[in-house]
């Protein structure tokens, strides 16, 4: 519901995640442009110069060097952000590990673009996946409306399990196109996201190492404490993740009870109670599946959505719930897993096997590279795996949309 304390605004992806930052009162942005996200730092830029939010916007000359200022930021205890696309993220590579090596809350948008060579500055989601081992949080978006919700859902994720967060969402697909977005007003969001209180500690009085070369075996410090080793650290981090879809799902049901919308948690389905054929996807291909699904119920298909809303961590338990009656998962992977699959597809195998949960699993390969999807290409390949399994098929091949070889 639209009240005057929350208006409705026409905005593009890339305004609505700037929007988003300026309400959660980001203190350090640091950002170097890359198509399609420039937007969202050059919005928040023209913020920050005419006086709309008190933060420090800094330009850097690399992506690297715009996650190693936001590292910095955050250990000495602001709120951070920065953005990037593609060939960005990839330069930033050890930076992103080593952010979450130090568990810093920070928060980046991802407008998703295709990874070079060749170069195309269109969408696919290959981006994402080179970085899905590196530690951080993955959060898929279906619309505008979500970006704006989600981010600022990650500020209070990452400061309360201390792992930062990439929320990811289509480049010109969501990053450019203009939809309906609710803004609540300064004071709602302040009241959900109080100030961040950080979890490093930097006392003059008590100085210490932050990340320094760290040996393979506990050891004890001056004082006589024993400290970690690498593999602990390890461990401790990885334990953060696979607890963080609690605070997840926790965060995104205060979200829903504060502001009247919720997104799912980990993942959510359209029409997928009584589903004997799922459509698997995340971020906006999920809206071209429900009218794809739409078309199959009116063939008489008992078709449904899956929306996987966060990959990382995995949704393992909310998957095999999901899909526990239905007989086909047809999933469209917009990125490789080169050698193998699909990787949402094969993380999907894996997560099901050995769980009761059964049902036969498809992959396709769709949309790489700005490639058109539509929702009758959706609906030939749901057939297509519906009519296999139905003929006793359980495994096939993944197979490519829409690609003309």
């Known amino acids: ?75 000495v205890g ?29 928060v980046m948008g991802l407008a ?62 969501l990053s450019h196109t203009v939809m309906p977005v609710e803004i609540p007003a300064q004071e709602s969001v302040d009241a959900f996201l109080p100030p961040y209180k950080p979890h490093t500690i930097l006392d003059p009085a008590h100085p210490r190492n932050l990340n320094p070369v760290t ?21 401790l981090h990885q334990e953060a993740l696979l607890n963080a879809p609690a605070v997840i ?25 009584d589903a004997e054929i799922l459509l698997m996807a995340a971020g906006s291909l999920c809206m071209e599946a429900s009218v794809a699904v739409d078309r199959l119920r009116q063939e008489g298909i008992k078709a449904g959505v899956l929306g996987l809303r966060v990959y990382r961590p995995f949704p393992k338990k909310e998957l095999i719930e999901a899909t526990k009656n239905a007989k086909v998962v047809a999933v469209f992977d917009k990125s490789m897993s080169y050698g193998n699959e699909g ?8 997560a099901l096997y050995g769980s009761g949960s059964a049902p036969i699993v498809h992959g396709y390969i769709t949309g790489l590279g700005g490639r058109d999807v539509k929702y009758r290409h959706l609906m030939d390949a749901a057939k297509t795996s519906l009519t ?7 495994t096939k091949a993944s197979e490519w949309i829409n690609c003309q070889i």
């Open 1 to 75: 519901m639209t009240t005057t304390k929350h208006k409705v605004h026409v905005l593009t992806g890339n305004e609505a995640v700037a929007t988003a930052a300026k309400l959660c009162r980001v203190q350090v942005v640091a950002a170097y442009p890359i198509t399609p996200q420039s937007s969202v730092v050059e919005t928040l830029s023209k913020i920050i110069e005419q006086g709309e939010l008190k933060a420090e916007f800094v330009t850097v000359e690399s992506e690297h060097s715009a996650l190693a200022v936001c590292i910095a930021a955050s250990t």
């Open 78 to 106: 602001a709120r951070v952000f920065t953005a990037t696309s593609a060939n960005g993220l990839a330069y930033m590579c050890e930076q992103v590990h080593w952010a979450a090596g130090a568990r810093l809350p920070i």
């Open 112 to 173: 998703n673009r295709a990874m070079a060579a060749p170069w195309s500055v269109l969408n696919d989601q290959q981006d994402s996946m080179t970085m899905r081992d590196a530690g951080w949080i993955q959060i898929f978006c279906r619309n505008n409306q979500e970006i704006f919700d989600t981010f600022v859902q990650a500020f209070k994720i990452a400061e309360t399990v201390h792992v930062p967060v990439m929320v990811c969402y289509d480049g010109y697909i």
């Open 215 to 235: 040996l393979a075996d506990p050891r004890r410090n001056g004082d006589g404490e024993l400290c970690h080793g690498y593999m602990e650290l390890r461990y």
């Open 249 to 273: 799902t926790a965060v995104d049901q205060e979200y829903g009870k504060a502001f009247g919308r919720s997104w799912g948690g980990m993942a959510w389905g359209y029409q997928a109670e």
């Open 343 to 350: 990787p949402i597809c094969a993380d999907l195998k894996a």
């Open 388 to 394: 296999a399994a139905n003929n006793g098929i359980s």
